[in-house]
């Protein structure tokens, strides 16, 4: 079982930055790939980033690729995703998940964190 925290959000202005963490609990955290998806208001959820249990290798969404980054801590079982140059479509709530095999449904989800970018 793994547990996941998200924590980070907040309100920032067009073009600003901010960090969000993911916590996760239990030693298995490190072994599992980890992702990052959105949900703006009125629409479905979206992929956004994921990156794998070493940290080898990451993927991105087209909309965000060049502006956010993500990574992991392993020892501290935290995982980020840096974001800059925020856009207000940008503005949603952000989720963490975890999942086993790369490319492979997503097993364990935070409760997410949101994000708003004013214009």
């Known amino acids: 079982q793994v547990q996941l925290v998200e924590s980070g959000g907040g309100l920032v202005q067009a073009g600003g930055s901010l960090r969000l963490s993911c916590a996760g609990s239990?030693?298995?955290?490190?072994?599992?790939?980890m992702g990052w998806f959105r949900r703006a208001p009125g629409k479905e959820r979206e992929f956004v980033a994921a990156?794998?249990?070493?940290?080898?290798?990451?993927h991105y969404a087209d909309s965000v690729k060049d502006r956010f980054t993500i990574s992991r801590e392993n020892a501290k079982n935290i995982g980020y995703l840096q974001m800059h140059s925020l856009k207000p479509e940008d503005t949603a709530v952000y989720y963490c998940?975890?999942?086993?095999?790369?490319?492979?449904?997503?097993?364990?989800w935070g409760q997410g964190t949101q994000v708003t970018v004013s214009s």
């Open positions: 998940a975890a999942g086993a095999v790369w490319g492979k449904e997503y097993e364990y």
């Open positions: 239990g030693r298995t955290f490190r072994t599992y790939v």
């Open positions: 990156i794998s249990w070493s940290g080898g290798r990451t």
